[in-house]
């Protein structure tokens, strides 16, 4: 006879486990202590199974039936119901989120080691929690198809965030790729969004190439009254022309003060590529300033509240919006901007120019073992533009440009008839 819901609602327990049958192998186990239990007993490839369908009053006789004709679908198309449910509440705990997360822990060693620049991984993190986990983080990651992840994409870059839409591609590429390590995905779904993102938009970073406005600036930071550590920030940000990050980043380890050289990890370039850059005169005289100020602790430019962190990132750039210097003008990034511009105009040899401003090449195998190239005339250089900057800064004239071009010229008189300093091991 089939069960009722009477019979289920009238069914109470007794000193031991009995069961009530419907139809084709479902049944109502009652327990001693008075759960009743949906049961469902099938045979799958020559062995009996049996699954749960829940319990009652959770789950109703009506809702039993359904969970039950659902099961029996599966064994017509040949699919064990316990396996294809142990598969679902699988795919279940591997989220998007919980997938991430892994990656994520997984970067720590690489950080600890040196390997990896923990910014980046706070970058990945914080993009992942912002913009991708409140859409997709409770989905199945096997379940998410591209579509759906352009979508979000998209939204961010309706905001104006086509880099940062570029950058959480990436970042969702890496966790699935990590997914498909683990069998949790057979593919990268992200390699079905090329082309659909529009190109980030090209931002110039403005920066002063009229050598009477560069004296300006020289005497207008001279003068900064603001904090002493950021004033010589700002003087070795004219002098180094690194980016901005490297600058406010930069270590004390990384520093050689008696070989006269600042060689900042490839975790900490924009490339990936380590990079060398030669101190000069007056470089060596600001940091041993410097060394005085900021005592043992890591970084060279500390943070005032917390010397345990780098200055903040608009550390510089508010410094030169004190001394009248808009942004739309000039900023930190743009000193690189002057540099390039003046020792070209200067006549040094643009490959020494563009290699100590670490822009890229081409060639993988230089790019990691070439840091050192051209380094004999980019100590020249290097000194040769302190010496510049010094005299623009106390005779505010352009009188120096002769004599650079003429040291620039004895430079390279002098290596063709000598072979170059090998590069650095």
Not at 248 to 274: G, N, T, Y
Request: with cysteine; aromatic share 6%.
């Amino acid at each position: 006879m089939l069960l009722t819901s009477r019979i289920v609602r009238a069914a109470r327990p007794r000193e031991r486990r009995y069961v009530l049958a419907d139809e084709h192998g479902m049944s109502l186990h009652v327990m001693p202590r008075g759960s009743k239990w949906w049961r469902f007993r099938y045979r799958f490839q020559h062995a009996e199974r049996m699954i749960s369908l829940g319990v009652y009053p959770g789950v109703n006789l009506a809702t039993a039936r359904l969970l039950h004709a659902d099961a029996r679908g599966l064994l017509a198309r040949a699919i064990d119901p316990s396996a294809d449910r142990k598969e679902k509440r699988a795919a279940s705990a591997h989220t998007f989120e919980v997938v991430a997360r892994q990656w994520l822990k997984l970067l720590q060693p690489r950080v600890a080691k040196g390997q990896l620049a923990a910014d980046t991984v706070k970058d990945a993190t914080r993009i992942l929690e912002r913009d991708i986990f409140p859409a997709l983080g409770i989905r199945s990651i096997s379940d998410i198809k591209a579509h759906e992840l352009l979508m979000v994409l998209k939204q961010i870059e309706l905001k104006g965030l086509r880099h940062t839409a570029r950058r959480a591609k990436q970042r969702c590429s890496r966790v699935f790729r990590h997914a498909i390590g683990l069998g949790y995905v057979e593919r990268d779904i992200t390699e079905d969004l090329r082309g659909l993102l529009e190109p980030p938009q090209v931002r110039h970073r403005p920066g002063i190439t009229d050598p009477a406005r560069l004296v300006e600036l020289l005497r207008a930071i001279d003068g900064y009254t603001g904090r002493e550590v950021i004033g010589i920030a700002l003087k070795l940000a004219l002098l180094f022309f690194v980016r901005p990050g490297e600058l406010r980043k930069a270590r004390w380890r990384q520093f050689d003060l008696p070989a006269a050289q600042w060689r900042i990890p490839a975790e900490c370039m924009k490339a990936r590529v380590q990079h060398l850059v030669p101190l000069s005169r007056q470089a060596l005289e600001l940091l041993l300033k410097l060394r005085t100020i900021s005592g043992d602790g890591e970084y060279v430019f500390p943070l005032l509240r917390d010397p345990a962190r780098p200055l903040h990132g608009a550390a510089l750039g508010g410094a030169l919006g004190s001394l009248g210097f808009d942004s739309t003008e000039v900023t930190p990034h743009g000193f690189r901007a002057t540099a390039c511009t003046l020792l070209n105009e200067l006549g040094w040899r643009s490959e020494a120019i563009e290699r100590q401003m670490a822009h890229g090449v081409s060639d993988s195998i230089r790019r990691h073992y070439n840091y050192a190239q051209h380094l004999p005339e980019r100590r020249v250089m290097m000194q040769a533009w302190a010496d510049y900057l010094d005299g623009l800064r106390t005779s505010g004239s352009t009188g120096k440009v002769g004599s650079l071009r003429e040291r620039n010229n004895r430079f390279q008189q002098r290596t063709l008839a000598s072979p170059q300093e090998p590069p650095l091991e």
